[in-house]
């Protein structure tokens, strides 16, 4: 989805989504959606190790 797709559903601006998408990226270790999302399924799998 873009940021203003994802704005829309959450009720914020697309430059909100943005700016805690570029906050988040370096915390995960993260550079790209494709990232995130692998990411984010390996968390929902509960394999993800801190």
């Known amino acids: 989805m873009t940021n203003r797709e994802i704005g829309q559903r ?3 601006s697309h430059r909100t989504v943005s700016t ?13 959606r ?5 990411v984010l399924k390996t968390l ?3 394999s ?3």
């Open 10 to 12: 959450l009720y914020l």
């Open 20 to 32: 805690h998408l570029h906050r988040i990226f370096p915390k995960l270790g993260v550079s790209s």
């Open 34 to 38: 494709a990232d995130l999302a692998r």
């Open 44 to 46: 929902g799998e509960g």
């Open 48 to 50: 993800f190790s801190r």
